[in-house]
C-alpha cells in the first residue's frame, strides 16, 4: 500500500480489513420479520394486495421488490400505490381510498407507516389487514395503538415484545427497500420458493441504490455495517450485469461501458448523482408511478420508453433547481438555521433545502404552499448536518407546542413537516431558538497534504475502501498540480480539470467563478459544439448547454498554470473510461 494511504487510514482509525467486511445478517435477526411472515403466509393468496410505498428512490424501489417478490409467492392480484405530494407522505386517508379504489383487501407499507396512525385507524375501520413495513423513527405516543391495529411491524430501530418496543441493540442503519430486501428473503424461504439468480440480484441491486439515495450510513459501527456489502455488490452487478430495466435507465443518462471491458462506469457517486436522481424525479416533477412502471417493466421496449420519459423529468428537474436554488440564496441571512417560504412546487424543496443545507452547514426548512381540508398550509423539506439532530428539535416543538406541527416525520438529518399559515412565524421562531440545544460540535477535518505523483496511487488504494457515502466520506486533500486542459459544461455549470499527470479534477457549479479567474486567458480553444447543437435548437439554447474544450499553451513557450486544490479524492474514471483517480474540488488557488 502507498505510505500516504496508510498514514491517512492510522490519522483517521480507519482499519481497511473492517471496510471490506463481507457482512450479511438473516432475515431472521430483523426486528418483527418472523411474525410478519407468519401472518403473511396466511393470507389467501386470491386476496387484492395493494403495497403502499413512497415517492422518493426509497420508497420506489422499496415499492417494486415487495410486488415483485409477492407476485413469485403466488398472490394473484397484487398493486401498488404511492401517494402523490400533495395527497402527503406515507399512509394517509387519501392513500386508503386509492387502495380501497384498487379493490385492495391487504395493504403493505413499505418505507412509510410507523407513524400514520390516523391512517392506518382509517385503514383497519374500513376492513383492511394492514402491514407495516418501515426505517423512520417513531413519534412515541402513537407506537403501541400501531402495534396493536397492525397484523404486524417491521423496523429496523425497534426491537417488539408484545405490545412494548424498545430500541434495537442490533445496526439499524437499513433503508426502507433493505428492509423489503430482507422480508422477501423470508417470503421466499417460508414459502418454499425457488427463484433464479437474476431475480435475487434485481433486487439486491435496488436495495443498493437505496442505500446510496437514502443516504443511509456507511461508515457507523464497520465490524457490522452490512450496508457496505450490499452496496458493494449492487455496484458490481451494475457494473457487469445489470437488468434491463436498470440498463435502460443507465444508457439513456449517459452512463458509458468501457471500452475495453464493456462494463457500466457505475460507483456509488453514478448512483448518487445519476441514478437515484432520475427515479426521484419521477415523483418531483410528476407522477412517482412512472419510475415505478419502469422497474416493475416487463419488457425492454417498455423500459426503455419509461427510462426515456424519466430522463426527460430529470433533465427539467435540474433547470428547477438551478432557477429555485438562486432564488432561496437571496433570502438566507445571519441565523442559526433558515425556515424559507418559496412558491414553488413541492418536489424541488428537498433538493433546494439540501444544497442550502450543504453550503451553510445550517439547518434548513425550505417550503411550499399547499391546501388541506380548505386551509392554506406549508410543507417543507428540512435538511440539517450530522450536528445537528434534527428529529430531536421537531419532537421538541410536538411535546412542548403540539399546535405550531400539522404533521411532521423523518431522520436525524432529514424530515419532512406542515405547518399552518398561521402558526409560521412561531414555528420559525421556535426552531432557530432549538437548534443550540440540541447541536454538537463538528470534527475539525485537516486536509491530507499530497503531492501530484503521490496522488494516483494515493487514489488508486482508496478503492481497497469503497464504497464513500455518509457517514464514511472521501477523504479531503490538498494537491497542487500543474493544468494542461479545460473542459467546460455549461448547462451543468461544472469544470473538469486535467492535469499535466493526467489527472482529473472537477469544480462541480463553478463554471462562473471559473470564467470570471482570467485562467483561460492563454489557452487555445480546440473544441466547441455550439454549432452542432444549432442543427436541432435555437441559438439560445444550443449556447446556454454548450461544451467547450480548452488546452494549455505549449510548455515551450509559456510555462504551466499551477493550481493548488482542496477537494475529496476519489478512484473513479476517466474520460476515456479507464479507472483513474478524481478530485473533487472544494476551493482552489492559483500559485
Given at each position: 500500500?502507498?505510505?500516504?494511504?496508510?498514514?491517512?487510514?492510522?490519522?483517521?482509525?480507519?482499519?481497511p480489513?473492517?471496510?471490506?467486511?463481507?457482512?450479511?445478517?438473516?432475515?431472521t435477526?430483523?426486528?418483527?420479520?418472523?411474525?410478519?411472515?407468519?401472518?403473511?403466509?396466511?393470507?389467501?393468496?386470491?386476496?387484492?394486495?395493494?403495497?403502499?410505498?413512497?415517492?422518493?428512490?426509497?420508497?420506489?424501489?422499496?415499492t417494486?421488490?415487495?410486488?415483485l417478490?409477492?407476485?413469485?409467492?403466488?398472490?394473484q392480484?397484487?398493486?401498488?400505490?404511492?401517494?402523490?405530494?400533495?395527497?402527503?407522505?406515507?399512509?394517509?386517508?387519501?392513500?386508503?381510498?386509492?387502495?380501497?379504489?384498487?379493490?385492495?383487501?391487504?395493504?403493505?407499507?413499505?418505507?412509510?407507516?410507523?407513524?400514520?396512525?390516523?391512517g392506518?385507524?382509517?385503514?383497519?375501520?374500513?376492513?383492511?389487514?394492514?402491514f407495516?413495513?418501515?426505517?423512520?423513527?417513531?413519534?412515541?405516543?402513537?407506537?403501541?395503538?400501531?402495534l396493536?391495529?397492525?397484523?404486524?411491524v417491521?423496523n429496523?430501530?425497534?426491537?417488539?415484545?408484545g405490545?412494548k418496543?424498545?430500541?434495537?441493540?442490533g445496526?439499524?442503519?437499513?433503508?426502507?427497500a433493505?428492509?423489503?430486501?430482507?422480508?422477501?428473503?423470508?417470503?421466499?424461504?417460508?414459502?418454499?420458493?425457488?427463484?433464479e439468480?437474476?431475480?435475487w440480484?434485481?433486487?439486491?441491486?435496488?436495495?443498493?441504490?437505496s442505500?446510496?439515495?437514502d443516504?443511509?450510513?456507511?461508515?457507523a459501527?464497520?465490524?457490522?455495517?452490512?450496508?457496505?456489502?450490499?452496496?458493494?455488490?449492487?455496484?458490481?452487478?451494475?457494473?457487469?450485469?445489470?437488468d434491463?430495466?436498470l440498463?435502460?435507465?443507465?444508457?439513456?443518462?449517459?452512463?458509458?461501458q468501457?471500452?475495453?471491458?464493456?462494463?457500466y462506469q457505475?460507483?456509488?457517486?453514478?448512483?448518487?448523482?445519476?441514478?437515484?436522481?432520475?427515479?426521484?424525479?419521477?415523483?418531483?416533477?410528476?407522477?412517482?408511478?412512472?419510475?415505478?412502471?419502469?422497474?416493475?417493466?416487463?419488457?425492454?421496449?417498455?423500459?426503455?420508453?419509461?427510462?426515456?420519459?424519466?430522463?426527460y423529468?430529470?433533465d427539467?428537474?435540474?433547470?428547477?433547481k438551478?432557477?429555485?436554488?438562486?432564488?432561496a440564496?437571496?433570502s438566507?441571512?445571519?441565523?442559526t438555521?433558515?425556515?424559507?417560504?418559496?412558491?414553488?412546487?413541492?418536489?424541488?424543496?428537498?433538493?433546494?433545502a439540501?444544497?442550502?443545507?450543504?453550503?451553510?452547514?445550517?439547518p434548513?426548512?425550505?417550503?411550499?404552499?399547499?391546501?388541506?381540508?380548505?386551509?392554506?398550509?406549508?410543507?417543507?423539506?428540512?435538511?440539517?448536518?450530522?450536528?445537528?439532530?434534527?428529529?430531536?428539535?421537531?419532537?421538541?416543538?410536538?411535546?412542548?407546542?403540539?399546535?405550531?406541527?400539522?404533521?411532521?416525520?423523518?431522520?436525524?438529518?432529514?424530515?419532512?413537516?406542515s405547518v399552518?399559515?398561521?402558526?409560521?412565524?412561531k414555528?420559525?421562531?421556535?426552531f432557530?431558538?432549538?437548534?443550540?440545544?440540541?447541536?454538537?460540535p463538528?470534527?475539525?477535518?485537516?486536509p491530507f497534504?499530497?503531492?501530484?505523483?503521490?496522488?494516483?496511487?494515493?487514489?488508486?488504494?482508496?478503492?481497497?475502501?469503497?464504497?464513500?457515502?455518509?457517514e464514511?466520506?472521501?477523504?479531503?486533500?490538498?494537491?497542487?498540480?500543474?493544468?494542461?486542459k479545460?473542459?467546460?459544461?455549461?448547462?451543468?455549470g461544472?469544470?473538469?480539470?486535467?492535469?499535466?499527470?493526467?489527472?482529473?479534477?472537477?469544480?462541480?457549479?463553478?463554471?462562473?467563478?471559473?470564467?470570471?479567474?482570467?485562467?483561460?486567458?492563454?489557452?487555445k480553444?480546440?473544441k466547441?459544439?455550439?454549432?452542432?447543437?444549432?442543427?436541432?435548437?435555437?441559438?439560445?439554447?444550443?449556447?446556454s448547454?454548450?461544451?467547450?474544450a480548452?488546452?494549455?499553451?505549449?510548455p515551450?513557450?509559456?510555462?504551466?498554470?499551477?493550481?493548488?486544490?482542496?477537494g475529496?479524492?476519489?478512484?473513479?474514471?476517466?474520460?476515456?473510461?479507464?479507472?483513474?483517480p478524481v478530485?473533487n474540488?472544494k476551493n482552489?488557488?492559483?500559485?
Amino acid at each position: 500500500m502507498n505510505e500516504a494511504f496508510v498514514k491517512y487510514c492510522i490519522l483517521n482509525h480507519i482499519n481497511p480489513n473492517e471496510a471490506n467486511e463481507d457482512i450479511h445478517t438473516h432475515w431472521t435477526e430483523l426486528n418483527g420479520s418472523k411474525k410478519f411472515i407468519q401472518k403473511l403466509n396466511q393470507v389467501d393468496r386470491s386476496l387484492p394486495i395493494c403495497v403502499c410505498g413512497d415517492y422518493d428512490a426509497d420508497g420506489i424501489t422499496a415499492t417494486a421488490i415487495f410486488c415483485l417478490i409477492l407476485k413469485k409467492a403466488g398472490f394473484q392480484d397484487v398493486d401498488y400505490v404511492i401517494p402523490e405530494r400533495s395527497d402527503g407522505y406515507g399512509l394517509k386517508e387519501t392513500t386508503v381510498k386509492k387502495a380501497l379504489e384498487k379493490g385492495a383487501k391487504v395493504l403493505i407499507t413499505c418505507d412509510n407507516g410507523i407513524a400514520a396512525l390516523a391512517g392506518l385507524q382509517s385503514a383497519v375501520n374500513q376492513g383492511l389487514k394492514v402491514f407495516i413495513t418501515d426505517h423512520h423513527l417513531a413519534q412515541n405516543e402513537s407506537i403501541e395503538q400501531i402495534l396493536e391495529l397492525a397484523e404486524a411491524v417491521v423496523n429496523p430501530h425497534y426491537h417488539f415484545d408484545g405490545k412494548k418496543f424498545m430500541k434495537s441493540d442490533g445496526f439499524s442503519e437499513l433503508s426502507g427497500a433493505q428492509t423489503a430486501y430482507k422480508l422477501a428473503q423470508g417470503i421466499s424461504e417460508e414459502f418454499s420458493l425457488k427463484l433464479e439468480e437474476s431475480f435475487w440480484a434485481y433486487l439486491k441491486t435496488l436495495a443498493a441504490i437505496s442505500v446510496i439515495s437514502d443516504m443511509m450510513s456507511l461508515g457507523a459501527d464497520l465490524k457490522h455495517n452490512e450496508n457496505r456489502a450490499l452496496v458493494r455488490e449492487g455496484i458490481k452487478l451494475l457494473q457487469e450485469n445489470p437488468d434491463f430495466r436498470l440498463a435502460a435507465l443507465m444508457d439513456v443518462l449517459g452512463i458509458h461501458q468501457s471500452e475495453s471491458t464493456g462494463f457500466y462506469q457505475v460507483d456509488e457517486s453514478t448512483i448518487g448523482f445519476y441514478l437515484a436522481p432520475a427515479l426521484n424525479a419521477s415523483g418531483r416533477i410528476a407522477s412517482a408511478s412512472i419510475a415505478e412502471d419502469l422497474l416493475l417493466s416487463d419488457t425492454s421496449e417498455k423500459a426503455k420508453n419509461l427510462a426515456g420519459i424519466l430522463k426527460y423529468l430529470n433533465d427539467i428537474r435540474k433547470e428547477m433547481k438551478q432557477f429555485y436554488c438562486e432564488q432561496a440564496k437571496e433570502s438566507l441571512s445571519d441565523s442559526t438555521a433558515y425556515c424559507i417560504q418559496m412558491d414553488m412546487p413541492e418536489g424541488m424543496t428537498g433538493i433546494i433545502a439540501g444544497v442550502l443545507c450543504e453550503e451553510t452547514r445550517k439547518p434548513c426548512c425550505i417550503f411550499a404552499p399547499s391546501i388541506f381540508d380548505g386551509k392554506k398550509i406549508w410543507k417543507a423539506s428540512c435538511r440539517s448536518p450530522k450536528t445537528v439532530d434534527l428529529f430531536a428539535i421537531l419532537n421538541e416543538i410536538h411535546t412542548q407546542h403540539p399546535e405550531l406541527l400539522s404533521s411532521w416525520g423523518g431522520h436525524a438529518q432529514a424530515a419532512g413537516i406542515s405547518v399552518e399559515e398561521e402558526h409560521f412565524e412561531k414555528f420559525n421562531e421556535v426552531f432557530c431558538s432549538l437548534v443550540s440545544s440540541f447541536s454538537f460540535p463538528d470534527e475539525e477535518i485537516h486536509p491530507f497534504s499530497l503531492q501530484g505523483h503521490e496522488f494516483k496511487e494515493f487514489c488508486k488504494d482508496l478503492s481497497t475502501i469503497k464504497p464513500f457515502g455518509h457517514e464514511f466520506a472521501a477523504p479531503q486533500v490538498q494537491l497542487r498540480a500543474s493544468i494542461q486542459k479545460a473542459d467546460l459544461f455549461y448547462k451543468s455549470g461544472h469544470v473538469k480539470l486535467t492535469t499535466s499527470d493526467r489527472i482529473e479534477i472537477w469544480l462541480y457549479y463553478q463554471l462562473e467563478d471559473f470564467l470570471q479567474s482570467g485562467f483561460l486567458d492563454d489557452f487555445k480553444k480546440i473544441k466547441d459544439n455550439t454549432k452542432t447543437r444549432l442543427e436541432t435548437m435555437d441559438y439560445e439554447e444550443a449556447i446556454s448547454g454548450r461544451c467547450e474544450a480548452w488546452i494549455a499553451p505549449n510548455p515551450m513557450n509559456h510555462p504551466l498554470k499551477i493550481m493548488e486544490f482542496i477537494g475529496q479524492a476519489d478512484w473513479g474514471w476517466n474520460m476515456f473510461g479507464n479507472p483513474a483517480p478524481v478530485l473533487n474540488v472544494k476551493n482552489y488557488q492559483y500559485i
